[in-house]
């Protein structure tokens, strides 16, 4: 009786809430995002969304994707682990501890200081930010007051997937010996100039591809081959955004440094700065714009001239690979949204050029809300450009999709 009493004198701390989301997408793709030319393709999709507050300072987050889309090794389920930390709030510290995304930049898509989380370029999802990967980490935020806000991180590597993977297993592969990343960053907001100072030291998410040379006397050997790997980097960047009226101006730029210097002899990844200034402003009926030019100087130019046959053929299939052929590349982006009826009906279209090549990419998109819970989407990926350009190489790649998501 008395241990019954004092039992229920008790106040157990209530259970915590757990809030869950999700997303059933099924599709239907006109090509397969590998360079395989495999026609057409059926995608399905479960993406989850859950996260709980287990004490006022204490919360959990998870967010993944479970999709099956048919590539070079049939309907092979795969999954995209987004986020899934623990993180902890104190009155200035913000702390997270395990598999999480970093995105950095202010740009419009294109983000020279943006090198620390991976993508999944191959997978079924039709928005850019769904395809980041996630990694095991752990960051710190210390918030400055007025000052500012600082942060730290640390965390695995994880590789992104491109759609050139699969076509080039025969390739030897490029060891790294180097598996953790670090990245620092300074950001100031809530001026009327928003800006960030960065640092990351890591490895490139996308692969690259690189000379092999066989061994001489002389220390430089005859090239034999190409490999392919991730290179160690470098980056220092700064980023700033601004208004003025209805105008919206935004800015970031990067010096990316290949910690290697065997990478520039043997045309890999070549050490560079990377740039990019843009504006954008509202239409009437609830349209806007956006146009951005971004340059690209590298440290030396890729070299073609006064080689043999074998070694031109192997340097220009590495120009198309690291994207890397001129000395100084630029080009232009073009963003045009808008929302109709009532914001039932939604589109984009984006499209980036290369100036010096004269190729580039258009990407359309449309969405339509049926219902609260209902979502038709189509869209499409237009690569366009000659055989020996960075979007001309991804020509097979074109594709069209329809689909539909249930919301829950």
């Not at 470098?234 to 935004?250: C, I, K, L, Y």
């Not at 869209?379 to 000659?386: L, M, P």
């Amino acid at each position: 009786m008395l241990c019954a009493a004092a039992c229920a004198a008790q106040q157990l701390p209530p259970a915590p809430e757990v809030r869950v989301s999700g997303a059933l997408a099924l599709g239907a793709w006109s090509g397969n995002r590998v360079l395989d030319e495999r026609k057409p393709v059926l995608a399905r999709s479960l993406a989850l969304a859950a996260s709980a507050d287990l004490s006022e300072q204490l919360q959990v987050k998870f967010d993944g994707t479970l999709y099956q889309f048919a590539q070079q090794r049939g309907d092979a389920t795969r999954g995209a682990l987004r986020e899934a930390f623990v993180q902890w709030d104190g009155a200035s510290t913000r702390v997270r501890l395990g598999p999480q995304i970093v995105a950095w930049g202010r740009a419009d898509r294109l983000n020279p200081t943006d090198n620390v989380s991976a993508r999944d370029y191959t997978s079924p999802f039709a928005v850019d930010e769904t395809q980041r990967i996630g990694a095991p980490a752990l960051s710190a935020v210390q918030e400055l007051g007025e000052a500012g806000r600082l942060m730290l991180l640390a965390k695995r590597f994880f590789p992104s997937r491109g759609p050139s993977d699969n076509n080039e297993t025969a390739l030897a592969v490029r060891e790294h010996d180097q598996h953790t990343e670090y990245a620092l960053k300074f950001d100031r907001t809530g001026a009327a100039l928003d800006w960030s100072l960065s640092y990351f030291r890591g490895i490139e998410k996308l692969r690259s591809l690189q000379l092999i040379r066989a061994p001489n006397g002389a220390g430089i050997g005859t090239v034999i081959g190409a490999n392919r790997g991730h290179a160690p980097l470098e980056v220092f960047g700064a980023d700033a955004a601004t208004t003025t009226g209805s105008w919206g101006w935004r800015g970031e730029l990067a010096r990316l440094r290949f910690r290697d210097s065997r990478f520039e002899r043997d045309d890999g990844r070549l050490s560079h700065w990377y740039g990019i200034v843009g504006v954008d402003t509202s239409l009437p009926h609830d349209a806007s714009i956006g146009v951005q030019y971004f340059v690209r100087r590298f440290a030396q130019a890729p070299l073609l001239e006064g080689l043999a046959p074998a070694e031109q053929g192997l340097r220009r299939r590495l120009r198309i690979a690291n994207n890397q052929f001129h000395r100084l590349q630029d080009g232009v982006t073009v963003r045009l949204a808008q929302r109709l009826w009532n914001d039932r009906i939604d589109y984009e279209v984006v499209g980036v050029a290369n100036l010096r090549e004269h190729d580039h990419a258009i990407r359309p998109r449309v969405n339509l809300r049926y219902a609260d819970h209902i979502r038709l989407s189509a869209g499409a990926d237009v690569y366009r450009g000659r055989e020996e350009s960075f979007f001309g190489s991804l020509r097979e790649n074109t594709a069209g999709f329809v689909e539909v998501v249930f919301i829950f």
